[in-house]
């Protein structure tokens, strides 16, 4: 299984709604990540976790909490979120964090926040 | 066809031509390079990688080049096929992250006429 999975595929959620984001990958891989991407612009990185732990955070507003519960399992928590969050959030693993590794993308979430 | 990445970001080539899309990086301290494709509706698709310790790589169809001197990568691809219509991003890992964090280039879209 080369997949990384992602649910749901799209979401529209109102600024006073708690929804989350999904994504799984069965690889063994034990780094995941969550990118932000606008139209028409490239992904930006917005954490990165490395063997379950919090490894890079690039200064995301709290309203973003992402969550491992498990090597194969990465969850976006989205609270309070403001119109100008909404964009296609992108799920990624590589083996590991770090050195030559290729980071794998799930098709992405496109979230619309009203 | 060839495109200055940042300041074309859209090349249009003829079916069975060689295309050639450029990008330019800033930070010195990247040691590895990546070139993704992303149809639309779609995570990014890993082609090619590439690591400073390399001036070029082949794939199948594709060829990778890098000058550290002017920070430059191309990605080449040969007979260019209506399947290769995307946008194409190169994405620089920095050492001085311990290559954990991905960083994208703008992107350059790829239109193959038939």
């Known amino acids: 299984d080369t997949e990384v999975t992602q649910t749901p595929k799209h979401l529209v959620m109102g600024m006073t709604n708690k929804k989350s984001l999904k994504c799984e990958q069965h690889m063994g891989h034990r780094a995941m990540y969550w990118y932000k991407q606008k139209a028409k612009k490239p992904p930006e990185l917005m954490f990165v976790y490395s063997y379950e732990k919090l490894s890079i955070n690039e200064s995301v507003p709290s309203r973003f909490s992402p969550e491992c519960p498990n090597s194969s399992l990465l969850n976006l928590h989205l609270h309070a979120l403001q119109p100008e969050d909404s964009a296609l959030y992108l799920c990624?693993?590589?083996?590991?964090?770090?050195?030559?590794?290729?980071?794998?993308f799930g098709p992405g979430t496109r979230l619309t926040v009203l | 066809g060839e495109s200055v990445g940042l300041h074309l970001p859209t090349l249009s080539v003829q079916e069975g031509d060689n295309s050639i899309i450029n990008c330019a990086y800033s930070n010195s301290a990247s040691d590895y390079f990546i070139w993704y494709k992303q149809e639309s509706g779609k995570g990014p698709q890993f082609i090619i990688d590439i690591r400073s310790n390399m001036d070029k790589r082949q794939g199948q169809r594709v060829t990778v080049l890098l000058n550290k001197t002017v920070k430059h990568l191309s990605l080449q691809i040969a007979a260019t096929q209506p399947g290769d219509s995307a946008v194409y991003f190169c994405?620089?890992?920095?050492?001085?992250?311990?290559?954990?964090?991905?960083?994208f280039g703008s992107g350059t879209r790829l239109q193959v006429q038939p």
């Open positions: 994405a620089e890992n920095k050492r001085d992250t311990g290559r954990r964090a991905l960083t």
């Open positions: 990624a693993s590589s083996q590991v964090a770090g050195g030559y590794n290729e980071q794998f």
